[in-house]
């Protein structure tokens, strides 16, 4: 690691020109924020017919360097014939931004988002960039954990340039475990006392003292709960500049009478707001709450650094309020290295497998590799280093592996001793009614309840206490029902006729329990008329362990405003919802509990048909032969099609048996020699099945985006369900999908009937 001496507050634009190496990506560790890395290089002269990129992960932090670059301009935000004095022309690129394209400017300035979505286009000027530097990348690492487009971001900039680009990643809180090429040691790194404790509702305490007093306090916090403790016991409300994400304020919104002030002396600010925010109170009063036995209240020491010094003037005193992790608590891998990596060199797997559910637990430490048709697997550096950092952080604080972290930018832990105490809030659901009416101004503003609010069907099975029937339609009636409170916070909406359907049958134990048990009985004999006794009883046994909590969430997914299924896809099929029951039973629930008609558009036998089409062929109408005689046969053969290695006759022996099979099913000879010579030596009896599912996935993504693009595209919802469409409640003359002729065979015929 390369150490590089800053003397100075803010860092020279010759230290940011050393970081960056022509051909190479440097990951920076610049140890103090707020030391002008960013500006530095967006001041760094960029060469004739040259361009510079800068990529952060959040709109705010963008949106944040185009106000300081309009505002030093002296020009309005809203002023779009801007015209650029500065010695660097920029353009900002994120949602709803001005510029639209890369003419005129040195400097180009993207949220991650945008960056990637706009690669067509910034593959036009690949050759025109020096430099690219990843701001913030600490946060593009934590956020990869749950945006797919931040996952493996820094390979997927190296990769979009030349080798001659110089890149850099820069954080002053990397990940404790991740590399760091460069370290800058700055002259200018004043102490920082951070005080500790456990108890909230003391915390709590000092906190109102502060307001009392008028001092100026920051609060950060993902608990509504520690904003409610806060608000007036008579009347529940609470003035302050409220700087949080959605959910935050919502939850926030239904257990007090929000009043937001921008001059207020108290700023609540959530994870959203750790970076990208300048907080300019001077003095200012610093209290973080942490609590390590819930995800979304589990941060890290950086994420605290990277708060505290959101408070540009200093903060007078600072408090972190921290529970520790629930002596339940287990860790999920005794060394996640070790047992990532052997699970993806076992051969014995196949890769469609290891990405079932089956296997959940590696599922956000491996990254899909996508070639053409094939999917390979590699481990996902950054989620395990995120992993051993959340294991090492949840030790007793302070703890031994933040030392290094701490002398690097000067910070002491004073201990207040106190006993760990939490504190309990729960939302009334009277309460939230009257609260969310109370707040619908403010929540207008931000539109955080907008018109196309939508419903999240969560997995409530795992949860304490929601484990009988009657437990899980309780809890999902109290999901809907919350929901539909919050989508009505105005007095203003109506409950559709889907909406009140499911919150009949979820508020009643035995109308819910009739369900299920009607369910039950049209899956046991479906199963029984097409499988065999022992394969019947596997799939029936396996349905009726999730029975209660599949029927809850297929009514939670017609409560929905468009029907739709949360996807749950494993290589290139889609396992939601409506793949977890038949047709029939799909059919049953639409039309007879909703009153919805359903239709589904599947391809005309699949799988053969796609094969078929991969050698320029259509199937012939009698392939199945008269009354589709063969079909169960031919479909079992299939699934099975390869060298078994366990048989005694030899591989010349089986290719014979094999070809000879082929011809007894009249395959086609040319589809046949494909047959043999891509999958019959196949690793995994799954490849056929895999290889033909790429195409399937093709072919079905392109009628529904043909559906959807229809002028008059009129229904309820449209969902996959493996090899066909099902469209709920249409009104559109769909008769075209017999004439639909996918872009990847061109020629071909009778996909759908």
């Given at each position: 690691m390369k150490i590089i001496k800053s003397n100075e507050k803010y860092l020279t634009p010759e230290i940011v020109e050393e970081c960056f190496e022509k051909g190479k990506l440097t990951s920076v560790d610049k140890t103090v924020t707020g030391n002008g890395f960013s500006t530095g290089f967006l001041n760094l002269k960029v060469r004739l017919g040259r361009m510079h990129i800068i990529i952060a992960p959040n709109r705010a932090v963008v949106e944040e360097k185009e106000k300081a670059y309009l505002d030093d301009l002296n020009l309005p935000l809203t002023h779009k014939d801007k015209v650029f004095h500065s010695e660097n022309r920029m353009k900002f690129f994120y949602g709803k931004s001005f510029?639209?394209?890369?003419?005129?400017?040195?400097?180009?300035?993207?949220?991650?988002?945008?960056?990637?979505?706009?690669?067509?286009a910034i593959k036009q000027i690949a050759h025109r960039i020096d430099k690219v530097l990843i701001d913030e990348v600490h946060s593009v690492h934590q956020q990869s954990l749950y945006r797919s487009i931040l996952v493996d971001f820094e390979n997927r900039v190296v990769n979009r340039f030349t080798s001659n680009v110089a890149i850099v990643s820069v954080t002053a809180t990397p990940i404790l475990f991740a590399r760091v090429d460069i370290k800058i040691q700055n002259k200018y790194t004043p102490k920082q006392i951070i005080n500790y404790s456990k108890d909230r509702k003391e915390t709590i305490a000092r906190i109102k003292e502060d307001i009392d007093?008028?001092?100026?306090?920051?609060?950060?916090?993902?608990?509504?709960?520690?904003?409610?403790?806060?608000?007036d016991k008579n009347d529940r409300s609470l003035e302050a500049k409220f700087v949080v994400g959605t959910n935050l304020f919502n939850g926030i919104g239904k257990k007090v009478s929000l009043i937001h002030n921008e001059s207020s002396k108290l700023t609540v600010v959530s994870s959203r707001g750790f970076e990208g925010f300048d907080i300019t109170y001077k003095d200012a009063r610093c209290y973080f709450f942490e609590d390590r036995s819930s995800g979304y209240e589990s941060f890290s020491i950086g994420n605290l650094y990277q708060a505290v010094n959101r408070c540009r003037k200093g903060a007078d005193y600072i408090e972190y309020c921290r529970q520790e992790v629930s002596d339940k608590h287990r860790e999920v891998f005794r060394d996640i290295k070790k047992e990532v990596y052997a699970f993806i060199l076992d051969d014995k797997i196949s890769t469609e497998k290891k990405l079932s559910s089956a296997y959940k637990k590696f599922k956000p430490y491996i990254i899909k590799v996508?070639?053409?048709?094939?999917?390979?697997?590699?481990m996902n550096?950054?989620?395990?280093?995120?992993?051993?950092?959340?294991?090492?952080?949840?030790?007793?604080?302070?703890?031994?592996?933040?030392?290094?972290?701490?002398?690097d930018r000067n910070i002491e832990f004073h201990k207040i001793e106190t006993m760990s105490k939490r504190i309990k809030t729960r939302t009334d659901r009277e309460a939230a009614i009257q609260y969310l009416f109370t707040n619908r101004n403010e929540i207008s503003k931000r539109d955080s309840i907008p018109e196309d609010y939508h419903l999240n069907v969560n997995n409530l099975w795992s949860k304490d206490n929601v484990e009988t029937s009657t437990q899980i339609a309780y809890a999902y009636w109290k999901e809907l029902d919350m929901f539909l409170i919050e989508k009505n916070y105005a007095n203003d909406y109506t409950n559709t006729e889907r909406q009140d359907i499911a919150l009949s049958i979820l508020s009643n134990p035995l109308e819910f329990e009739e369900l299920c048990d009607h369910i039950l009985e049209m899956f046991i004999n479906s199963k029984k008329s097409k499988h065999s006794r022992i394969k019947a009883k596997e799939k029936i046994d396996n349905f009726k362990k999730y029975l209660p909590t599949t029927v809850a969430q297929l009514l939670m997914s017609f409560s929905r405003d468009k029907i739709s299924f949360d996807e749950n896809q494993v290589a290139w099929r889609n396992y939601n919802l409506a793949t977890k029951i038949g047709m029939s039973q799909l059919t049953e629930i639409s039309e007879t509990i909703f009153n919805t008609k359903i239709d589904e558009y599947d391809i005309a036998s699949c799988y053969p048909r796609i094969m078929y089409a991969i050698n320029g062929k259509n199937l012939p109408d009698d392939f199945y032969g008269g009354d589709k005689k063969n079909k169960v046969a031919m479909n079992v053969y299939f699934n099975q099609f390869g060298y078994d290695k366990t048989q005694r006759l030899g591989k010349a022996q089986q290719k014979q048996k094999v070809k000879k099979k082929l011809r007894e099913f009249n395959i086609d000879d040319d589809v046949a020699i494909w047959l043999i010579d891509n999958f019959f030596e196949s690793e995994f009896r799954g490849d056929l099945f895999n290889h033909i599912a790429y195409y399937e996935e093709q072919i079905i993504t392109e009628l529904i985006s043909l559906i959807y693009d229809d002028d008059n595209c009129n229904n309820q919802g449209i969902a996959r369900r493996h090899d066909s469409v099902i469209v709920f409640g249409n009104e559109d003359n769909l008769d075209y999908i017999s004439d639909f002729v996918p872009r990847i065979f061109p020629g071909t015929i009778g996909w759908f009937k």
């Open positions: 510029d639209s394209d890369f003419d005129d400017a040195d400097v180009l300035v993207f949220v991650a988002d945008s960056f990637i979505m706009r690669g067509d007093n008028g001092e100026n306090v920051v609060l950060f916090t993902n608990n509504a709960g520690v904003v409610y403790n806060l608000s996508h070639k053409g048709k094939d999917i390979s697997l590699k550096r950054i989620a395990i280093n995120l992993y051993l950092e959340q294991q090492m952080y949840n030790l007793q604080f302070p703890q031994k592996g933040i030392e290094e972290f701490s002398n």
